[in-house]
């Protein structure tokens, strides 16, 4: 990998650090699923802070020092605010972020993931009303893409084979 990658990606999951500092876990469209430090984030002066909600799709700059990954820049591309005024959609959004998080290969290109992901945003920031029927079916699509399943399958059957795939109880997020 270059030391610094210019690429798109959509934001997983943040945890933060002492200080202000976060590590944000992003699927990336040319990295697949990476883990980036970003330093002084949570400054109040920060620029970078707002593109780096959950769920936000951005443009970023990354650079790598010492077998680490540094955010450097970011933009917003979409935040998807459509999803962020629904409660329901809320709960299907960060219910596939959750799995994608789990089951997304590290540091592995994964395209078809990738747009199978965003697709998920898009078509759920676009549909009025929001039913289980999205989330199977994105749901089944990403376990055939990562290999886990042959055929579809209910809801309920593919939170039976999720958690005995990472081997713990997934949280409840009224789907």
Do not use: C
């Not at 202000?20 to 002066?45: E, P, Y």
């Not at 936000?56 to 010492?66: R, T």
Request: charged letters at 30%; hydrophobic letters at 40%; glycine letters at 2%.
């Amino acid at each position: 990998m270059p030391r610094t990658v210019k690429t798109e990606a959509i934001v997983l999951r943040k945890r933060n650090l002492l200080n202000k500092d976060t590590i944000i876990t992003l699927f990336t469209q040319d990295l697949g699923k990476i883990n980036v430090f970003a330093k002084g984030i949570k400054k109040i002066t920060s620029r970078r802070l707002p593109h780096t909600q959950t769920g936000n799709l951005i443009n970023l700059l990354i650079h790598k020092k010492d077998d680490r990954l540094y955010l450097q820049e970011s933009s917003l591309i979409s935040g998807f605010s459509e999803i962020k005024k629904n409660q329901k959609k809320i709960n299907d959004l960060y219910f596939i972020l959750f799995v994608l998080e789990r089951l997304a290969p590290e540091n592995q290109r994964e395209y078809a993931l990738y747009n199978l992901a965003k697709k998920f945003l898009i078509d759920l920031s676009l549909t009025a009303v929001t039913n289980r029927s999205i989330v199977t079916k994105y749901l089944n699509k990403i376990l055939i893409i990562l290999g886990y399943l042959h055929k579809r399958k209910t809801l309920d059957e593919l939170r039976l084979i999720i958690e005995e795939i990472i081997n713990e109880k997934l949280p409840s997020f009224d789907i």
